[in-house]
């Protein structure tokens, strides 16, 4: 706190005192506020402190089975989809794939990353359901139940695992080729190179991939809500029932807070174990040869058809779900029709118009949120930096249900009373989404020297110049990086939002459920194909983008995902 | 000498790499290369001159698409690198960033599946003769660039390989730890009389460590000797620019003898030594002039050529003058011979051109 005396005080210009000062009011009534609200509402009942009736539901012998459930689930996902995203990201940084190749393989990845989360599930039950293409056309079983652990496991595993194909490939094509070269000029065989160079180079890339999966499988809310069924409830799903079936919001919200002990012991393990365990390249300059073949002619054809066939499975979900959103009844009658987007353009056209205005609204405020915050803790000096930083963090790191009911508590009653309205919807996303903005603004600025800035300066240029005619530029791929990001988002996601959806606005995912939950299995494929197709439209559009806005030779924004 | 040691052959190797928009360029084309048991050769070139092509080609990290490759009369072309028996040393390093510098000087006896009590021993004894006794638990990311230097050195030549490969491994390091390591490298090799073939762009490195020189250009060797040699003799003209400083002029042959020829260059008729055979009366050549073979005198002698002093430059043991002289502006280095010897520019001196130190190329 002393060292704080040493710096100039909040900020000598008043455009960036003004700048912390709405930012902090907005960071405290969306993200410090709601989260305070569920904290009290959960521990005070009619004006008193009263632990009794939380202590009786954590305990109740379901919950508790749902906790464990909860946690097996993202412990089995982590493991599986690292594993499958390794293959994948081993394959295309090791095997010399021609162009094209990789090029497919990233696509077929995209697929499941930026759909709704739950699109892998419906098309598990056209697939292995009561009446499933597999199960009943091809098997002939009748009376086959999908619902339960395995089935929701493989769905969350395929709309995963691109997570940790992202993450570990570039930390494979990372790892200096000379040193594996040299094991090999050593005597080791390329299976010991593997095993003993290349694997132990991995780990913090793999442990990291496994928690990023195992937070996102704990988050999940609408997969097992679909797949999990009654044998196998989860902690999310069980929230959300006691919420809605139930109308007891305060059980809802202390379930939901037992979310949070596992996922705040992923994120510390994340931040002070594994960001510390990455090897630093210690080399100079690199060596720019061709890399060493670390795979024999055999193993790249193995890795090939594991990969090839993970790609057919997820083109065969998605596949299907087309064709099922085209024909009148899927598993009964498969004539071809177009009456399912007849009915979502007619009776669902106010989701997706709502859908579409909410996302309209939060892709530029969340892009410009991220950016500003961004600038402002890596350019800026003031009272609170790293702070204000961390706490803009915490609505993307927690699971979408804690973020849900938050909001539902907070903003059903005065003071501020915002339930019902587009504009909570709006704000969710932003302060839940921006973050990757903040972060993509934060890597390439801290890629920028300070004396490109400093040269601007030393030509005559004031700092709002500098500002306008430097930093601005260099900063635009992270403005539409979080802008196609927090566009994305608002199309497919609903952990969060189905607690906020009313009658005034609702939104295109929270549709597909209630279709899905009604049968009407059609509309539901055609809402998923349309949101896949729009996603697919702004991204082309986004990256194109971000294409013309790069000055050559300035650092990537890789993905629009953002981790 | 080791009884062990072998020699190297590289017998008419090329290799092919599809070029964007060349089509097929050759990295290296017909590359002939004869390391004898125990000599310190250096392939030296600009880059993409195919030397460390050919370098990874000798280790077997890439595999020639035409030729032979030999290591004492045993056909290698075929063998991976991992059965090779070499050490290599990367420019930058590859150490194992996850093993501590004991573990890394130990992988390749681990891998030969060596005793524990052995493999301790022999870290011990290579980690003192690079000067690194005692560093057996610090990890690569806590050392110098020298440091980690010698790591890969140890590491490379503990498993007592065959052949020693070096790839361009002082690059990474400043003007002075340079020299400190060549002379290192160059004593442990002589010491160890282990076969080593070292890849450098650097001539005057080049010249410091090595027994003999092969000059690459466009895939292909151009020449090779010992240094010396490519000094005073070069063959073609790229050899006379890229080893030493040269001033490349052009001449018409007047007059051959035995082992020398009479040019006109610079307004005058020079004698040069040359065993440049087939050189005939009325060729045009370039006469290859090295700084230090012509000698300035403070007035004009009647036997030798005169020229003016452009500019010169002191720089302490010697002094280095620009000198107009025929129609060309020559590099002429001399040595300080004490205060007030250095000619002032403007001045009009007496060139004279040391015959036994010059020769000349075809043009």
Known sequence: ?563 | MNPGTIGVTVDNVSKRYAHRVKGEIYAARDVRIDVRPGEFLTLLGPSGCGKTTTLRMIAGFERPDAGQIRFGGEDVTDLPANLRNIGFVFQNYALFPHLAVGENVAYGLRVRGQPEATIDKRVREVLALVGLAGYEQQFPGQLSGGEQQRVALARAIVIEPRVLLFDEPLSNLDAKLRVEMRDEIRALQRRLAITTIYVTHDQEEAMAVSDRIAVMSGGSVVQDGSAEDLYHRPATEFVARFVGRVNLIAAEVKGAHAGALDVEALGGVIRVRSRATGARVGDRVQLVLRPEAIVLAATPVATALSGTIEARTFLGEKVEYRVRCGGESLQVVGYNAGPGSALAAGSVVGVTINAEATTVVPQ
């Open chain 1, 1 to 563: 706190m002393n060292a704080t005396a040493a710096r100039p005080a909040f900020g000598r210009d008043p455009a960036v005192t003004a700048a912390v000062i709405v930012l902090w009011l907005l960071l405290a009534l969306f993200v410090v506020y709601p989260l305070a609200m569920l904290f009290v509402r959960i521990v005070v009942d009619k004006g008193a402190l009263d632990l009794s009736g939380i202590v009786k539901i954590l305990t109740d012998r379901h919950q508790v089975r749902a906790f464990w459930n909860s946690l097996l689930l993202a412990f089995l996902v982590g493991i599986a989809g690292t594993l499958i995203g390794f293959l994948f990201a081993f394959t295309a940084a090791r095997t010399r794939l021609p162009r094209a190749a990789l090029t497919l393989l990233d696509a077929s990845v995209l697929l499941p990353l930026v759909s709704p989360p739950f699109t892998t599930a419906i098309a598990m039950i056209f697939s292995f359901g009561p009446r499933g293409l597999i199960t009943y056309d091809l098997l002939g079983i009748k009376g086959v139940t999908v619902y339960g652990l395995t089935s929701t496991l493989c769905s969350e595993v395929l709309t995963y695992f691109p997570i940790a194909y992202l993450t570990l490939r570039p930390i494979l094509a990372a790892i200096d080729s000379n040193v594996e070269g040299m094991a090999f000029s050593l005597g080791a065989s390329r299976w010991r190179v593997f095993r003993t160079v290349t694997l132990p180079l991995a780990v913090p890339g793999l442990a990291n991939a496994f928690l990023l999966l195992f937070a996102a499988s704990l988050a999940d809310f609408a997969t097992p809500l679909i797949l999990g069924g009654n044998q196998f409830p989860v902690l999310p799903t069980q929230a959300f029932l006691q919420i809605t079936g139930m109308f007891d919001l305060r059980g809802g919200a202390a379930l939901s807070l037992v979310l949070l002990v596992p996922a705040m012991i992923v994120f510390l393990l994340q931040r002070y174990w594994v960001s510390r365990r990455y090897y630093v390249t210690i080399t100079g300059k690199g060596a720019g040869q061709t890399p060493f073949d670390s795979v024999s002619p055999w193993v790249r054809r193995a890795l090939l058809t594991a990969c090839v066939a993970t790609v057919v499975v997820v083109v065969y979900f998605y596949a299907l779900l087309f064709y099922a959103s085209i024909v009148v009844a899927f598993g009964a009658n498969h004539a071809l029709t177009l009456q399912h987007y007849r009915v979502i353009f007619t009776e669902g056209l106010k989701a997706i118009r709502d859908t579409l205005i909410i996302a309209g609204f939060a892709m530029p405020l969340g892009g410009l949120y991220g950016v500003l915050l961004g600038y402002l803790v890596t350019k800026k000096q003031f009272v609170g930096r790293r702070t204000m930083e961390v706490v803009s963090m915490v609505n993307y790191a927690l699971p979408g249900t804690i973020v849900g009911i938050a909001y539902l508590i907070a903003f059903n009653d005065p003071p501020i009373e915002l339930t019902g309205t587009a504009l909570v919807i709006i704000a969710c996303y932003v302060f839940r989404y921006g973050p990757t903005g903040i972060r993509a603004t934060v890597a390439l600025l801290s890629q920028i020297d300070r004396s490109i800035e400093e040269a601007s300066q030393g030509l005559g240029a004031g700092s709002g110049t500098t500002f306008r005619r430097v930093t601005l530029p260099l900063i635009m791929p992270a403005f539409f990086a979080g802008l196609g990001v927090v566009f994305i988002r608002s199309m497919t996601a609903i952990s969060a939002t189905i607690f906020l959806v009313s009658i005034s606005w609702t939104l295109i995912t929270v549709k597909i459920l209630e279709n899905m939950t009604e049968l009407a299995l059609g509309p539901a494929a055609a809402f998923s194909v349309l949101v896949v197709a729009i996603v697919f439209v702004v991204i082309g559009a986004v990256g194109w983008l971000l294409r013309s806005f790069r000055a050559p030779g300035a650092a990537r924004v890789t993905s629009l995902l953002g981790g």
